[in-house]
T-cell receptor, first 115, second 114 residues
């Protein structure tokens, strides 16, 4: 158990809809990262938040957005969903307060199916 | 930009065989290197890491050495077990608070037969 939790575990929705995925980082970690894993694109970094502020952006679509709240949990919002958005979405955390972290710890993922 | 290339699978071995999964990288800076493992239906688990050239990461019988001259980080294990069957990902990232996201290879599916 990595200490990173994600909800829901599975999500099935229709094209055009909007969903929110939730992530709670390991206790004390300040950074949250979101990744998308699909068969054709592999594992891709989407976005990072550090202590409530956006820190880095990867291959995140404009239809997607994220935020990190004062209690450090994070939400990834996916809107105007398309069939191609079906994937596993992972959250990871790192960077304990007062420390420097070289690795990221991953949650179990949310499987999104768009029909 | 940064990239990671690893051998595509599936790689099928018999129990107790020697394992090598090749990984090479291209990086604009001086990254840390990682191997992650993903068991069926689960998230990624950090297997081992190396933060600078010539460092050797090791865990659970797996080893990998950060070779800057060949830009490689090959994963090895002397004697694999059926329980090692999983998908293995090589990745690079930059250390320190506020580091960017990891860049992953496409993953190597390892199948160990009894």
């Amino acid at each position: 158990d990595s200490g990173v939790t994600q909800t829901p575990k599975h999500l099935i929705t229709a094209t055009g809809q909007r969903v929110t995925l939730r992530c709670s980082p390991r206790s004390g970690d300040l950074s949250v990262y979101w990744y998308q894993q699909s068969l054709d694109q592999g594992l891709q970094f989407l976005i990072q938040y550090y202590n409530g502020e956006e820190r880095a952006k990867g291959n995140i679509l404009e239809r997607f957005s994220a935020q990190q709240f004062p209690d450090l949990h994070s939400e990834l919002n996916l809107s105007s969903l398309e069939l191609g958005d079906s994937a596993l979405y992972f959250c990871a955390s790192s960077t304990p307060r007062g420390g420097v972290s070289h690795e990221q710890y991953f949650g179990p993922g949310t499987r999104l199916t768009v029909t | 930009g940064d990239s990671v290339t690893q051998m595509e699978g599936p790689v099928t071995l018999s129990e107790e065989a020697f394992l090598t999964i090749n990984c090479t990288y291209t990086a604009t800076g001086y990254p840390s290197l990682f191997w992650y493992v993903q068991y069926p239906g689960e998230g990624l688990q950090l297997l081992l890491k190396a933060t600078k050239a010539d460092d050797k990461g090791s865990n659970k019988g797996f080893e990998a050495t950060y070779r800057k001259e060949t830009t490689s980080f090959h994963l090895e294990k002397g004697s694999v077990q059926v329980s090692d069957s999983a998908v293995y990902f090589c990745a690079l990232g930059y250390s320190g608070g506020g580091a960017d996201g990891l860049t992953f290879g496409k993953g190597t599916h390892l199948i160990i037969q009894p």
